[in-house]
């Protein structure tokens, strides 16, 4: 038994962004101080079509037939200062405040996502001279990775009539904590660091349907993604003009 389907898909995404940013830099007793607002404003629309041929007419899919609206505000400030502990050690320090608002409606459905969380990032640098050749800097940073409107669109592509990829409307931000600490010997250095991403995002995860007998990539949140590295930079002098 052998049957033919006819099937058209289309994908619309109108995206708008509004960024605002305000930044000051002053100087107290010898110490540098920055200090700023940031707010993106954002929308998308995602118009998206999947249909059969039926009676020389297109029909809907409603599974995957659907209108998206999207809107996002990120309000941030932050403040980091730059000084000298002494001659030998040099710090920067920083802190940063986001607030993030997020609400996702579809022509069918109200509130398929509203979210609304806030975090705070510090950020630390110390830098200390051991002697004229040799020295150490130790760095901690907290940040954040947001899903791109490419992750959250509920768009459709087929790769066959039961294989499709798909964007997760649901992806919750990742957020990492880094530390590094770096040894420099003249032209020499070597650094060993490690990172830990809770709600790291992977793309293209793959999920089952049996009932359905149909598969499903699409970026997901993992649990965690820890990172562990060393490096080691030595350069090698081939003529007096060329390193490598």
Known sequence: FARETV????????ITLLPVQLDYTFTIKNITWEAGLKSVYSTFTNDVFV?????NAWQP????????????????????????????NQLKA???????????DSDSKQNVV??????????IFWSHSLNDNNKINFSYSKRITRPT???????????DPNTFISGNPNLRPGI??????????????????????KNSIGDFQ????????????????????????????????????WFS
Not at 176 to 197: N, P
């Open 176 to 197: 990492t904590d880094g530390v590094k600490l770096d040894f420099m010997h003249k032209g020499y250095s070597a650094s060993v660091g490690y990172s830990y991403e």
């Open 51 to 55: 249909g059969a041929l039926k009676d």
């Open 94 to 104: 920083g802190l940063r405040y986001e607030h993030t608002a997020t609400n996702l």
């Open 114 to 123: 509203d979210r609304k969380y806030g975090n705070l990032f510090p950020t």
């Open 61 to 88: 899919d409603d599974e995957f037939t659907a209108i998206y609206y999207l809107t996002e505000n990120v309000q941030a400030a932050y403040v980091s200062t730059t000084f000298s502990l002494n001659p030998k």
């Open 149 to 159: 409107f490419n992750n959250l669109a509920p768009f459709m592509i087929f790769a």
């Open 7 to 14: 099937t058209r898909s289309s994908k619309e995404t109108n």
């Open 206 to 241: 793959v999920q089952v349907n049996p009932a359905e007998n149909k598969v499903y990539q699409t970026a997901q949140n993992l649990d965690y993604l820890a990172i562990a590295s060393v490096t080691v930079n030595l350069p090698v002098p081939v003529t007096a003009y």
